[in-house]
């Protein structure tokens, strides 16, 4: 008979257990010698990409319009509007890391499908060796709320997430933030 603290320590268990990959803590180290505590923080904050300048911008929509590219990525557009694109950054340090984003994405693109053929040998190997994970639990030890089940159950679960991440869909769409990313950090024309 399940008990309300008993439900509770279950419940409590199985977020440690789902979320153990991902929770950090800080750890703080005294002597019974040291008078005072020494605590160090670092802090990363990854920003989204500035906007471009008014005259970037005016310059990579007429680039678009003269070379009708409007709605696929930079890197899978003609080798004219590349030109025009990376001649929208300031001076030559502009133009050359604009053509270096633009050949990393291209490189990209060009990747995708030994990039999902390896992503997904990973998923299935990662399956396989949670589906054996979970038949190891002994019989009678219920960490999960619904003891072998709900282990099959996850790492169904961490399959299907595994796969979608490995879709061509998804694979662009990092190309494409990689890309925006790049991009952001080459000089603009002034305004």
Known sequence: MFRPSKTVTVGFLTGIVLLRGTVHGQVTTTTAKATTTTTTTTTTTTLAPHPFSPATKECIRNARDANDCHHKPPSQCSSAFQKAYAACFEGSAGMTCATKCLTNESKCFSSIPATQKKCRKTCRTNKKNDVKACQLLPVGVHIWASADQGC????????????????RPQQQMDCETSFSFCIANCPNLPK
């Open 152 to 167: 099959l159950i996850t790492a169904d679960q961490t399959f299907g997430n595994c796969k979608f991440q490995c879709t």
